[in-house]
């Protein structure tokens, strides 16, 4: 079964990091991008950033750039997206999803449940 | 960046009307690099529509887009009570991607 499976909800304080986890089933990590959205409460999707598991090559919104981190452990067929210096902006729903195409950009045919990730003193 | 907006927020229809959704993009799509994704509460997104008009596998025919350049429609020719959701529309033109901020259809 092709999934995306995703660690569980996290509650952080203000200034702390968070580390999501993304762990593929069912098809071959290396053979599709994947990117990171969030969805504040009562908000719209973000997207925040891509990463190649071939390459382990990134690319993020300027919004998160020195914030983010996306790294993968393909033995694991794992993808981990992290990000620093919270702040309760940052509360929302993470979510990890497969680009559909093999080779470029294009629409994510697949995702994650998502990560509830709170920011709160 | 692209900016996308999709008028209007919400739409109100019933069971078996037809659902008429607008996504407009602020630069042309030069290679019709357009998605839509239906999104319920408590759901993961699920996409419908990609590269402008092309049905995701699974997705019933009574979805359908269409447009070009910075025009976008999708249609939901006779609603069915589960298509009662946000939609959201994507551009994957340039980087960054981005969302439009979505229209709820409701009953």
């Known amino acids: 079964q092709v999934q995306l499976v995703q660690s569980g909800a996290e509650v952080k304080n203000p200034g702390a990091s968070v580390k999501v986890s993304c762990k593929a089933s069912?098809?071959?990590?290396?053979?599709?991008?994947i990117h990171w959205v969030r969805q504040a409460p009562g908000q719209g999707l973000e997207w925040m950033g891509v990463?190649?598991?071939?390459?382990?090559?990134?690319s993020f919104a300027e919004k998160f750039q020195g914030r983010v981190a996306m790294t993968r452990d393909t033995s694991t067929r794992t993808v981990y997206m992290e990000l620093h210096r919270l702040t309760t902006e940052d509360t929302a729903m993470y979510f990890c999803?497969?680009?559909?195409?093999?080779?470029?950009?294009?629409?994510?045919?697949?995702w994650g449940h998502g990560t509830m990730v709170t920011v709160s003193s | 960046e692209i900016v996308l907006t999709q008028p209007p927020g919400t739409l109100s229809l019933s069971p078996g009307e037809r659902a008429t959704l607008s996504c407009r993009a602020s630069?042309?799509?030069?290679?019709?690099?357009l998605a839509w994704y239906q999104k319920k509460p408590g759901q993961a997104p699920r996409l419908l529509i990609y590269?402008?008009?092309t049905r995701a596998p699974g997705i019933p025919d009574r979805f359908s887009g269409s447009g070009s350049g910075t025009d976008f429609t999708l249609t939901i020719s006779s609603l069915e009570p589960e298509d009662f959701a946000v939609y959201y529309c994507?551009?994957?033109?340039?980087?960054?991607?981005?969302f439009g901020p979505g229209t709820r259809l409701d009953i």
């Open positions: 999803a497969r680009d559909r195409s093999g080779y470029s950009v294009n629409a994510f045919d697949m």
């Open positions: 069912g098809y071959t990590i290396t053979n599709h991008y």
């Open positions: 990463i190649n598991p071939s390459s382990g090559t990134t």
């Open positions: 630069q042309s799509l030069s290679s019709n690099s």
């Open positions: 590269d402008t008009s």
């Open positions: 994507q551009q994957y033109n340039n980087s960054p991607l981005g």
